[in-house]
């Protein structure tokens, strides 16, 4: 089983930055890749970034270039850095995670999800 805990949401002005952060605690930590996801106003929940257990990422097209995606194993930690943030980005945010070595962006791998943490982006 794998815990998951995002932080770090709220409300920025387009163009600005938001650091998100993900906890993961249980059993296997470092072994998993981890991904965030979110679910915009009338669409479906959407792969946004993702780490593999060996560091290759990979990003939606809407986002490269403006997110970055890191993971601290000694800290059981996973971050997602956005920049330049557009009103589209809006949405909730979530973690999850995977046993697969990854990189993916399909919702369907991931068996362990966070609550998320809501993003706002104002004009």
């Known amino acids: 089983q794998v815990q998951l805990v995002e932080s770090g949401g709220g409300s920025v002005q387009s163009g600005g930055s938001l650091r998100l952060s993900c906890t993961a605690s249980g059993d296997p930590r470092s072994t998993v890749c981890l991904a965030w996801f979110r679910r915009t106003p009338g669409k479906d929940r959407e792969g946004v970034a993702a780490i593999g257990r060996d560091g290759r990422t990979t990003y939606a097209d809407s986002v490269k270039g403006r997110f970055n995606i890191t993971r601290d194993n000694s800290k059981n930690t996973l971050v997602l850095l956005m920049n330049n943030l557009k009103l589209e980005d809006t949405g909730m945010y979530y973690c999850?995670?995977?046993?697969?070595?990854?990189?993916?962006?399909?919702?369907?791998?991931?068996?362990?999800w966070g609550q998320g943490t809501q993003v706002t982006v104002y004009s």
């Open positions: 999850a995670a995977e046993l697969g070595a990854g990189p993916s962006l399909s919702t369907d791998d991931f068996g362990w």
